[in-house]
């Protein structure tokens, strides 16, 4: 991102959300060459019909996410992040989108707490992250829940096994323990497998007990970091169709993603970063041509 | 609370036979290690009961002269017996030396050789010192009446002053060879724990990921320590009670009348030190190697 893009920036209010005060940087600088990432790709123009139907209007204007600001400077120097100010209510499913090394892995960190905010206000699920202490990080992950391209299935352990060792790694029993995997994998279609080990499964079985997994806590906020980067495209329809009926029942989710077709199709909440910085917000589309 | 202990001693179980050549290295070298422990308690007892025995029987032997006035004697008696460095002092007459000499002698099992000769032994004081070390104000007043009242001044400190440097350089040299061990013994065991660690990042990553505890991921690995020095404990005092009778035998073999062995009291004192020894190395080591990683990776 050139400066002339940065102090051209537009705020504008962003269009998906509520009651709320916020700013949502929309930029569209004219004159840039485009990024090739970012050019229509084959299946850019999906018209097929609508996934899913349209959401319900949501209760209280609670937020899932709320950033002020929010700028990360790693200790070589690097703005990983800058100025980011990002609204997401509760409810909402949003793409996260943007070239390698735009920041999205690092804005993913700042959301988990695995990273430390340099400047600006951060919250999530209601904590603030400025304050947050150490011994409430791990209550405020148990509202977060975190799926990954490469799964982080523990290979030794079974389906089952691996979505009762979230449960059982915080302290609940087992019987609490048993009903809920049970019901999860009933939820991600894997009950057939349960007793399998990671090296038996398929790639979409995997992330689909990946997923069981980060929703073994009811999580308010599902965060997917490119959930179908390693799936074939019929393999990550599966997947969205999955995050989808997880985002209906109410679960906040902010998928980041490489994946044109899927977010293209979906007309959903699309913020796009570049060098750190939020360079979109708006629906639908993954490039950035809009209409 | 209970979750947690039966987690985490699941899952250090699982860490040491996953880890099995490393948990028996450990192992292994905290034995050698409390082995030396209980080793040095053991002699270092044995020398310090020694001590205390010589030391009981020491004392300054004062040779009266022939023909003293008894009012005399009864004089340094009392001066001797105010000093405060003088526990008693005895009148020891030469009949009674005599029949001292002649009942060691019997139960030495010698003869008994008194009937062929004059009594060689003059009146005597014992003078029981606080501190056997500790005789200057003793020598000082002696030496005042030496001559008409006191002949000759026996003293038994030298012998006492070696065992004491012997006792004193064995226990310096052995706290620092233990020094030296324990500190192999930590390192080993936190490298120990550090690969266990290591075998687990992912599972630890996936852990801190979905929101346990820093207890869960910390106690398993501490347990997983206290398991290394619980066993080496447990094998240490196995050795120990088999070799204890023989250990017995010879102590009573070499050291003769000195009261030596495994008494109750030395018997639970290197009990206990070994197993706070294996356990304390055990979780210190622990908690150093998950503390240190734990503080990277958060």
Redesign the interface.
């Known amino acids: 991102m050139s400066d002339a893009a940065s102090t051209g920036a537009a705020r504008t209010p962003g269009m998906l959300l509520g009651a709320e005060p916020h700013r949502t940087a929309v930029l569209e600088p004219p004159g840039l060459p485009r990024d090739p990432w970012m050019s229509p790709g084959p299946t850019a123009g999906y018209q097929g019909p609508p996934l899913m139907p349209p959401m319900p209007p949501l209760g209280p204007p609670l937020l899932a996410i709320r950033m002020d600001e929010v700028t990360k400077v790693y200790p070589n120097g690097k703005h990983a992040v800058e100025d980011i100010d990002l609204v997401v209510p509760e409810g909402d499913f949003v793409f996260l989108v943007g070239p390698s090394g735009a920041g999205k892995s690092t804005l993913i960190k700042l959301l988990?707490c695995d990273e430390e905010a340099t400047t600006g206000t951060l919250e999530v699920a209601g904590h603030d992250l400025g304050t947050i202490k150490?011994?409430e990080i791990?209550?405020?992950?148990?509202?977060i829940g975190?799926v990954f391209q490469d799964f982080?299935l523990?290979p030794r352990k079974t389906v089952r096994e691996n979505v009762a060792?979230?449960l059982?790694?915080?302290?609940a029993?087992r019987k609490q323990t048993r009903t809920t995997v049970d019901r999860l994998l009933g939820l991600v279609g894997l009950t057939g497998q349960a007793d399998q080990r990671p090296g038996q499964l398929s790639g979409g079985e995997m992330q689909r007990a990946a997923i069981a997994?980060?929703m073994?806590?009811d999580p308010r906020l599902v965060i997917a970091d490119e959930p179908t980067g390693n799936l074939d495209p019929l393999i990550s329809w599966e997947i969205i169709q999955l995050l989808l009926r997880i985002n209906e029942m109410g679960t906040t989710v902010l998928m980041a993603t490489h994946n044109a077709e899927v977010v293209t199709a979906l007309r959903k909440r699309v913020v796009g970063l570049e060098a750190g910085r939020i360079v979109r917000d708006e629906v639908g589309g993954y490039h950035r041509d809009y209409a | 609370m209970l979750?947690?202990v039966t987690?985490s001693v699941r899952q250090a179980l699982e860490g040491l036979w996953r880890n099995r050549v490393m948990s028996l290295a450990a192992t292994v070298t905290m034995v050698m290690m409390l082995l030396l422990l209980s080793s040095l308690v053991i002699v270092l007892s044995g020398m310090q009961a020694g001590l205390a025995f010589v030391e009981s029987k020491v004392e300054v032997r004062v040779e009266l002269a022939e023909g003293v006035a008894q009012d005399r004697v009864d004089s340094l008696t009392a001066q001797l017996r105010s000093l405060p460095e003088v526990s008693d002092v005895i009148y020891v007459s030469k009949e009674q030396a005599l029949a001292d000499f002649t009942q060691q002698r019997i139960a030495d099992g010698q003869p008994d050789l008194t009937d062929y000769i004059r009594n060689p032994f003059p009146n005597q004081l014992s003078v029981k010192l606080r501190d056997p070390r500790v005789s200057d104000q003793v020598m000082s007043v002696l030496d005042a009446e030496r001559g008409p009242v006191v002949a000759n001044v026996v003293e038994k400190q030298k012998d006492i002053d070696k065992l004491v440097s012997v006792t004193a350089t064995l226990r310096t040299v052995g706290v620092a060879v233990l020094a030296l061990v324990g500190l192999t013994v930590l390192l080993i065991v936190v490298n120990s724990i550090r690969m266990a660690v290591m075998s687990r990042s992912?599972?630890i990553?996936?852990?801190?990921?979905?929101?346990?505890?820093?207890h869960?991921?910390r106690w398993p690995f501490i347990v997983e320590g206290l398991l290394v020095g619980l066993l080496g404990a447990a094998v240490t005092l196995t050795l120990l009670l088999l070799a204890s009778g023989p250990i017995s035998e010879v102590a009573k073999v070499i050291a003769g009348q000195v009261p030596v062995g495994f008494s109750q009291s030395l018997t639970f004192q290197v009990t206990s030190m070994v197993l706070i020894a294996g356990l304390g190395l055990g979780g210190v080591g622990a908690w150093i190697s998950v503390r240190a990683y734990l503080r990277n990776a958060?």
């Not at chain 1, 791990?138 to 509202?143: A, G």
């Not at chain 2, 990553?205 to 820093?214: K, Q, T, Y």
Request: net charge positive.
């Open positions: 988990v150490r011994g791990p209550k405020l992950r148990r509202q975190i982080r523990l060792f979230a059982e790694v915080t302290g029993n997994r980060a073994v806590h | 979750h947690l987690f992912q599972e990553e996936i852990m801190r990921l979905v929101g346990a505890s820093d869960f991921v958060t």
